[in-house]
């Protein structure tokens, strides 16, 4: 099974381009998705983050996501604590995921693929880019957050330029029909090397 990474930075459309090879039929794992997941359902993922970052880190049994993220993008030391819980259960899940799959290649969508070394277990990966001005548009739309915190979470991630030269593919998002076409080509190049 050929797994293709598909990373970018926070607000580039991962997203956008996962559901463009989901549509042409490609199995896409979502690494966030399940990762919360985890994070709600796996009690030792539970246990361990009680322990790190205290009693607040659940309301009512769910993840207390702004106290936790107040935090991590705050302490990158308390965000590398965090993925050595979460990330080797999600890379175990994605694994079975994975072998249930028929189909020529998989995608596995993760926003932190380089930073957290993810990138070693692909086959190939593909970076999805758009300007940063674009970028922090398209998150002020899409959440309730502010520049700052957006600007606190890409300084936290590889530059545009950093996962470019590590990246096998680079498909760039300003433009939803070029996009597809860029999708289409790249699909088209993973089908050959199966």
């Not at 042409?24 to 009680?50: F, N, Q």
């Not at 799959?101 to 993760?110: L, W």
């Not at 606190?152 to 029909?177: C, G, P, R």
Request: with cysteine; charged share 30%; net charge positive.
């Amino acid at each position: 099974m050929i797994i293709v990474g598909l990373t970018g930075g926070i607000g580039s459309g991962k997203t956008t381009v996962a559901k463009q090879f989901s549509k042409l039929g490609i199995p896409v794992y979502i690494a966030d998705d399940e990762a919360k997941k985890l994070m709600r359902r796996s009690k030792i993922i539970k246990r361990k983050l009680i322990k790190l970052f205290g009693e607040k880190a659940y309301v009512e049994g769910e993840l207390n996501k702004p106290y936790l993220a107040n935090i991590i993008f705050n302490d990158k030391g308390y965000l590398e604590k965090m993925n050595a819980i979460v990330h080797p259960k999600v890379a175990r899940h994605f694994e079975k995921w994975a072998q249930k799959q028929n189909a020529p290649y998989v995608i596995k969508e993760v926003a932190i693929l380089f930073e957290n070394g993810g990138d070693k277990a692909c086959d190939y990966v593909i970076t999805v880019t758009a300007p940063i001005k674009t970028r922090i548009k398209r998150l002020l739309k899409r959440d309730v957050t502010s520049k700052e915190k957006i600007e606190a979470i890409m300084k936290n991630q590889w530059t545009d330029e950093e996962k470019i030269k590590h990246s096998h593919f680079v498909i760039e998002n300003t433009d939803l029909e070029n996009t597809i076409k860029q999708v289409l080509e790249v699909h088209k190049k993973l089908l050959v090397k199966e």
